[in-house]
């Protein structure tokens, strides 16, 4: 029997204390497992909960200002005693688990730190995605995109049975590019795993959150859950986080939100996959991925931003502002005729 393709989805986002070392990781940990438990069971009378979401930093977030620091401290490596509760967890439920990140160490990449968010089901870890685009220039973690002869997928999209599924991080989504990456891969349902800080969260003036996640689900046609950071600000300083998480259709229209402002929440809404299907095959307008015109795009065939800063050292706050001035001469030197 096939599976159904209609279900909800959980944006939770988190208000806990920041761990100081990795022993306080297991708490939150305990904490967003009866998080799921609230979100399957309590929603279970209106619809079924299949996929549960989760913000960035929401295991630690980058208090230290160097790698090393991090890798001391913070880092664990994945898979871990903490993605194995997650699995028995959504194997219990059923249902597919976006984690929030967690400061990643790698023995193959002695001393870099990765910023990951992991896709679990019931059969164990799906996908691990790095964040690209660390939030410059105060994030040291590494991208994968710096380190040559990077392996794995940058863009990895996992087939489920609730569909195909796709997670990005944070300053990942002001890249269009970036999130087409997973469109083109066939995600369905594009996750957005965040810590938006104010300004640019879920009110006006700028509502930058908001802005981006309707404008990445209606052009990729494609659903996006985003669970954002709701820490207080003596939580998580020097920032105020304000929430916002939502749940936006593939013509952008916003199904579900949580009232912006810091605290712990989650948000429910319907996710019809079959529905999207169905459009993405029978439209012929307003169908972007199919109107791509690849070889116009001249803009991208040459690197801005300089990859390979990181090879052989985890990055820094001062090499990461010599890798922005690189990339701000290549787009005033190098235009493309």
């Known amino acids: 029997m096939p599976h159904d393709l209609r279900y909800a989805a959980a944006a939770c986002q988190t208000d806990l204390p920041n761990p100081r070392d990795r022993s306080g990781i297991v708490a939150a940990v305990n904490?967003?497992?009866?998080?799921?438990?609230?979100?399957?069971?309590?929603?279970?009378?209106?619809?079924?909960?299949?996929?549960?979401v989760f913000p960035e930093f929401a295991h630690a977030a980058p208090i230290y200002p160097t790698a090393?620091?991090?890798h001391d401290k913070l880092a664990v490596p994945i898979p871990n005693e903490h993605t194995e509760r997650y699995q028995r967890k959504a194997r219990e439920h059923g249902i597919f688990i976006q984690t929030g990140s967690f400061l990643e160490r790698d023995e193959k990449y002695p001393g870099h730190i990765f910023n990951t968010t992991c896709l679990i089901g019931p059969d164990g870890l799906l996908t691990r995605y790095r964040k690209v685009h660390p939030?410059?220039?105060w994030e040291v973690h590494t991208s994968p995109h710096d380190l040559p002869d990077y392996p794995e997928p940058l863009f990895p999209v996992a087939e489920?049975?609730?569909?195909?599924?796709?997670?990005?991080?944070c300053y990942d989504w002001l890249f269009p590019e970036a999130i087409r990456q997973l469109a083109l891969a066939g995600a369905e349902v594009l996750i957005r795993v965040s810590a938006y800080m104010d300004p640019w969260g879920a009110t006006p003036p700028m509502d930058w959150w908001t802005l981006i996640n309707r404008c990445r689900a209606l052009?990729?046609?494609a659903f996006v859950v985003a669970s954002n950071q709701g820490a207080s600000a003596h939580h998580y300083p020097p920032f105020s986080?304000?929430?916002?998480?939502m749940i936006v259709d593939y013509d952008g229209r916003i199904l579900s939100q949580a009232d912006p402002g810091p605290g712990e929440k989650i948000v429910v809404g319907p996710l019809d996959v079959a529905a999207l299907r169905l459009e993405r095959q029978r439209r012929r307008g307003h169908h972007m991925l199919a109107h791509l015109r690849m070889e116009a795009y001249r803009g991208y065939g040459q690197p801005v931003y300089p990859g390979g800063l990181a090879a052989n050292r985890p990055p820094t706050l001062e090499s990461n502002d010599q890798a922005i001035a690189t990339g701000k001469r290549r787009i005033h030197s190098e235009r493309p005729t």
């Open 31 to 52: 904490h967003m497992l009866a998080m799921i438990d609230r979100a399957v069971l309590g929603y279970a009378p209106f619809m079924p909960v299949r996929l549960v």
């Open 68 to 70: 090393e620091e991090l």
């Open 135 to 137: 939030w410059l220039p």
């Open 160 to 169: 489920t049975e609730i569909g195909w599924l796709g997670a990005a991080t």
């Open 219 to 221: 052009e990729n046609l």
């Open 241 to 245: 986080w304000p929430g916002g998480s």
